[in-house]
């Protein structure tokens, strides 16, 4: 009876883990969070800076495609969205929706020097600022 005895012993401590697994496994995962937490820490305005380009690249983008093909500039960014030819088709590119930058204001479109040009005002929507706050112009007129 003995052995059958272990045998069972044996049996029970194999069907779960001891508390000491567990807080090893604990651990564990607290370590990687804090890892993974300390590591993500700055990709939020990383990634609204890179919508920001991003979405000033295709504005002026399809500004120069619509340009290219009627031989003339889009007065607004409207005009951009679902562009339309002279005979009511869809236009060469057009933008399927108005923009809005990561704070969801709009973006600032005007012909200077006979080129669009495109500006995001920042967090602030404001001329000016710095950090978040700082004003975005596509082409870049400061390189």
């Not at 069907?15 to 651990?27: D, K, S, Y």
């Not at 869809?90 to 495109?118: C, H, M, R, T």
């Amino acid at each position: 009876m003995s052995q059958i005895q272990t045998e069972r012993q044996l049996i029970r401590r194999r069907r779960g883990f001891t508390l000491l697994e567990l807080i090893v496994v604990i651990t564990i995962i607290g370590i990687l969070t804090s890892i993974v937490v300390v590591s993500t820490r700055g990709a939020g305005p990383k990634a609204r800076h890179t919508k920001v380009v991003a979405d000033m690249k295709a504005i002026h983008d399809v500004a120069m495609m619509l340009y290219n093909s009627t031989g003339k500039w889009p007065e607004t960014i409207d005009a951009m969205v679902n562009a339309k030819d002279e005979n009511g088709q869809p236009a060469v590119a057009s933008l399927e929706k108005f923009p809005k930058d990561p704070w969801l204001n709009e973006y600032q479109y005007s012909i200077e020097n006979g080129e669009p040009v495109i500006k995001c005002l920042g967090s602030d929507a404001a001329d000016g600022g710095d950090g978040e706050a700082k004003d975005f112009t596509y082409p870049d007129t400061e390189q």
